[in-house]
């Protein structure tokens, strides 16, 4: 039996392959942590093979009747270690990934989690004692130095990138530098997944001691849509950062079979479409947004929305605080430009406020239309920015808080 465990764990190592993996993750190409998972367990089904194979040359030798008995227990533990280790192998690639950089939080949800170190989608990524990335700041401020606090989702924390000074709102500061005399810090508290009814109450609960001289608030579409998913909406969700952290599932993280029958409940069970069930209506998907924008459940998510984005603008006017809003494109929106009605309902919000708004679409497309349309020299996904598009945006955002007097240079 354990020859033949041997012999399948060689077999597997060798089909369980790429292909198959996306197949089974309904995926057209794997992601980092799932390519280094896939790596581990190809290379784990072949210490299986070498194991399994290693204990049934010892079993064939021991021959004497005495230890029979106890060869048949040492035969049945490792039969069984040998089935737990497969079933570990097969999920490992198919189950979601576990983090330590997020937490739960009482009012936000969740939080990053201050001096974390670890992975996040198979990449590594260093949280700060003051729980964000780049590096902490002097409290209280020094004097002369002028400081940004930099508002948002994945975008403004750098989904997959590695490096801290890569992000736009660490490009932001280097630009700033160049351009002023004075010196900026800027702070990055982009948190993965987060939309304006978290970032409100990060600024009150851990913004203002940092003693800000500006708020930029970076915008993406689907903080319109995103957030409908969760509980708190009427969905079902706990966020996409907290389902994926270790801290709520406990000792489950540590076994992939676990964590992969887990997310196939929580997939069985339709995770988080529904945000108005009186009404029967679902929550409107990022086309919806960009092509539909009169229709009423794309009206209701706007309207859901935009009071919690006029809180940080009204949280910060009193304190005498400026605030700018910034709009992330989706890639589709720069090949499509007829596709702006989320920028226009936006722009007439901030108008409404007595506030800016960036429109970054303009410049990206600009950028497209030099280097030929390469969107990937820009973009990482749909939406995420590469440290080129990073840079890009940081220009544009350091040009308007100089030009626009929010900065004295």
């Known amino acids: 039996m354990l020859a033949w465990i041997a012999g399948l764990a060689a077999l597997a190592s060798v089909l369980y392959d790429a292909d198959l993996v996306a197949t089974l993750r309904d995926e057209e190409v794997l992601v980092p942590e799932a390519r280094n998972a896939l790596a581990s367990t190809t290379s784990g089904f072949r210490t299986l093979a070498l194991v399994a194979f290693g204990v049934a040359v010892i079993a064939a030798f021991a021959r004497r009747p005495r230890t029979r008995r106890g060869l048949g227990l040492i035969v049945a ?33 969740w939080a990053l989690v201050p001096g974390a170190s670890d992975e996040w989608m198979g ?13 902490a700041r002097a409290i209280p401020k020094p004097e002369g130095v002028q400081r940004v606090l930099f508002l948002g989702d994945s975008v403004t924390f750098g989904f997959q990138l590695e490096d801290d000074a890569a992000t736009y709102p660490a490009r932001t500061e280097f630009h700033l530098n160049e351009r002023s005399s004075a010196p900026v810090e800027a702070l990055n508290a982009g948190v993965g997944g987060y939309s304006p009814w978290q970032e409100v109450r ?35 969700g706990r966020g996409f950062q907290l389902e994926h952290s270790r801290a709520l599932h406990g000792m489950a993280w540590r076994s992939s079979t676990v964590r992969y029958l887990l997310r196939k409940r929580a997939e069985d069970r339709g995770a988080g479409d529904a945000f108005d069930r009186a009404g029967d209506s679902v929550a409107p998907t990022i086309g919806d947004l960009l092509s539909r924008p009169d ?25 005498k605080i400026p605030v700018l809003l910034v709009a992330f494109p989706y890639t589709v929106q720069l090949e499509h430009s007829e596709l702006d009605a989320p920028q226009h309902r936006l722009a007439e919000f901030a108008k409404e406020q007595g506030v800016e708004v960036l429109d970054l679409a303009p410049a990206f497309r600009s950028a497209l239309a030099a280097n030929g349309g390469d969107l990937d020299a820009l973009f990482l996904d749909a939406l995420h920015l590469t440290p080129a598009g990073c840079d890009l945006a940081a220009r544009e955002v350091a040009k308007m808080l100089v030009d626009g007097l929010y900065l004295s240079d």
């Open 77 to 109: 533990f490792a039969f069984g270690a040998a089935l737990v280790t497969a079933l570990e192998l097969i999920t490992g690639p198919l189950a979601p990934p576990m983090t330590t950089i997020f937490a739960p939080h009482a009012s936000r949800g």
């Open 123 to 135: 990449v590594p990524v260093t949280i700060n004692d003051q729980g964000m990335r780049g590096p």
């Open 202 to 236: 990060l600024l009150a609960e851990d913004g203002l001691q940092f003693e800000l001289d500006v708020v930029v608030v970076g915008f993406v579409l689907n903080d319109v849509s995103e957030k409908l998913g969760l509980q708190r909406y009427g969905g079902s």
């Open 295 to 319: 229709d009423p459940a794309v009206r209701q998510a706007w309207d859901r929305t935009l009071p919690e984005l006029g809180r940080i603008v009204g949280f910060c006017r009193p304190r």
